[in-house]
């Protein structure tokens, strides 16, 4: 998939969702993660079944851009991921909840966030608490998907 890419078309993200008994929620966060602003050639989705799980990822084999990776056991959110980064290609990685579902502009709004910000370490994305559609957290405004904090001592 990386042949005779040119450098526009080149992956730029890698978004790892990482699937632990989430059958339930894969449909709507895969269908938000392909339905992005973002060119589609400039990210890619790697969809984790984290100790076998969630058989369902097996579905979005063969999708463009998307890579479906089966692990033999439970590696915890942490090492899961860890694992995972070994596959990605993108120079910046997105680790996602199986439970999120994106904005159709997060990934392009990361992006320009990375862009304008290139001392930035972490960037993260506002979220709308799904228990209230109209709350959000870290109290930022509801227009803004996309948002710069300072790492601490703490996180």
């Excluded at 890698?14 to 050639?41: N, T």
């Excluded at 862009?115 to 109209?134: D, F, K, Y």
């Amino acid at each position: 998939m990386t042949q005779n890419r040119s450098s526009k078309d080149k992956i730029q993200l890698s978004v790892i969702v990482l699937f632990y008994h989430g059958d339930r929620w894969i449909q709507e966060c895969i269908q938000s993660l392909q339905k992005q602003s973002l060119p589609r050639s400039r990210y890619e989705i790697l969809l984790v079944d984290n100790g076998g799980s969630t058989p369902s990822v097996t579905n979005f084999q063969g999708e463009p851009y998307t890579k479906v990776l089966h692990f033999n056991k439970n590696y915890g959110f942490a090492a899961g991921n860890n694992k995972a980064l070994a596959h990605a290609e993108g120079e910046f990685i997105l680790l996602m909840n199986q439970d999120v579902v994106v904005h159709f502009n997060c990934l392009e709004e990361l992006m320009a966030a990375a862009a304008h910000n290139p001392q930035a370490g972490v960037i993260s994305a506002n979220m709308l608490m799904i228990s209230s559609s109209t709350e959000i957290n870290r109290r930022a405004s509801p227009d803004k998907t996309v948002g710069l904090y300072k790492l601490t001592q703490f996180g």
